[in-house]
């Protein structure tokens, strides 16, 4: 119990009337005493973010360890099993980089990238999360949807490349579509997944507070299921650039995964490590910003 | 909240001929057989038994989760067929809802209800001060003690003003001392709204503290073994816990509760071999109690 002011009371000779106007005075949160100098603050605040400053420091150095070790099994040419011989130093591929981010072309690459995922994944997310709550919710539908998905989903999105170019007049179409299917299966396996965790106390407390189905699917199976939404919408995010990028090189004319395919073509090793990287920053960026998405849609759960 | 504070007693819940079986693989298991209760408008009963007698099962009828097999549940003359608002339910396990505030929890039953964001707030303040609970309002349930949450959960149940208030096992998770408290402030709050209350426990000093009445189950399938009037007067004080009269109701209950434990567990303590065992039972020795 926290609150003091319940506690206080000799309980022996509370009567029980007169209990609850006194006992259940909740105590008023106090502001911490005494305003604080600058340094105690900037020490508080050290103290507090402790962790996080720690766990930074040892993120940034281990990066740079890995930058150093590559630069010098590159500069050095080493061969031991793996051949380095060809691959181009990290300065090369920076100078490739600031070069590459005055290039139309390039930028071109990435903005139609982002955009074939920003398509594909949103009608992903748009088809497979009100699917799984209505599956989780009329077994009917579950029954005929279910076993067709099954049947689909081991097919990786790569196996779909030559179906989808049959399938759709054009070559964009084609690879929005395989980026879609990418993300379609875990954003509607893990809605399913949460829909079946909701616990049914909450389903019944929403019913004696005179709730309908309606109410009772937005106001509780919706909530209940938002974290495995989520957790679907990240990993959806995840095999939507994987797709997304087997489709660019095998299909592709524009795309940065065709970016990486063409550089290889054209000998040029620096870009081929430059592709890499954006394709590894620009999941990095879609999956934080699902995450920040995350956050904002579900306040009860950022604080812990 | 005029409304929830109206000076006539309400919610007259009676149970008739009451039966409810369980469908499992092995065939019906009988939880509930040949049962009548009733709670009259403004009374506080309660109901204790052992282990697995079927209490849930008949306070999950009257709220309308389960169909009974035989008999009819109505409260106000009107037969029960399925939860509603009109009879509110406080779980054991918490039940509020994660991703409301304590206000929204609160709020909830109002806003089924269809009435507007800001006269629901309202209600909902008011009644958390009542409860002393206003500090918490924009708290998430997940940062509650134990003994808010719950009181939390009272007040939701309360908010929409219903005829009855059911209660299951709802302190049974909580210390002693928040007990305590939480027990206060449900006799509280049950004679301002002066509605009915149907209360599971299996704690018979609760019981008998909370209560005008208490209902003693046998042990499965349930049927009510005994009906006892608790003639304490209110107000109720820690104190009465130690009056002759309270330790006689007590110990009458705890036999009445002890006899049907014991015939529930009689089949393992046979099988065990342990009819030597001779525990003393007002009376009796164990084996003319199996
Ligand atoms: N869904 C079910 N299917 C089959 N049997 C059940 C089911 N629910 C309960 N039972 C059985 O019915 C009996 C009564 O259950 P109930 O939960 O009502 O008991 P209880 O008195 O509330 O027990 P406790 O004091 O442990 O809460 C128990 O023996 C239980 O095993
Ligand atoms: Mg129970």
Known sequence: MSSPALVRHPEDNMPATAALPEAVRAPTVTSPATPSSFGTLALRWYRLNQGRLRATAIGVTSLLAFLLVWHLLTTYRVVFFVRFVNVPAPLAVYASFTKAIHDPHFLMHIVLSCRRIFIGFSLAAVVGVPLGLIMGRFKLVHEVVFPVAEVLRPIPAIAWVPMAIMLWPTNEQSIVFITFLGSFFPILVNTLHGMSLVDPVLVRAAQCLGARERSIFREVYFPASLPHIFTGLTVGMGVAWVSLIAAEMISGQYGIGYFTWEAYSLVQYADIALGMIAIGVLGLGSSLLIRGAGHLVMPWRSTR | MSETLASEPKGHIEVTNFSLSYDSIEGPVQAVTDTQIHVNPGEFVSIVGPSGCGKSTLLNAVAGFLKPTTGIVTVDGERVNGPSAERGMVFQQYSLFPWKTVRENV?????????????????????????????????????????????????????????????DEPFGALDAQTRVIMQQILTNMWQRLKISVLFVTHDIDEAIFLSDRVYCMTARPGSIKAEIPIPLERPRQQSMMMSSEFLALRRGLMSLIREESLKAMGGEINDMGMQGLNIELHGHSLADVI
């Open chain 2, 107 to 167: 709020e909830f039953g109002l806003k089924m209800r269809g009435m507007p964001r800001s006269q629901r707030e309202r209600a909902a303040r008011t009644l958390l001060g009542l409860a002393g609970l206003e500090a918490f309002e924009k708290h998430y349930p997940e940062k509650l003690s134990g003994g808010m949450k719950q009181r939390v959960g009272i007040v939701r149940a309360l908010a929409t003003g219903p005829k009855v208030l059911l209660l």
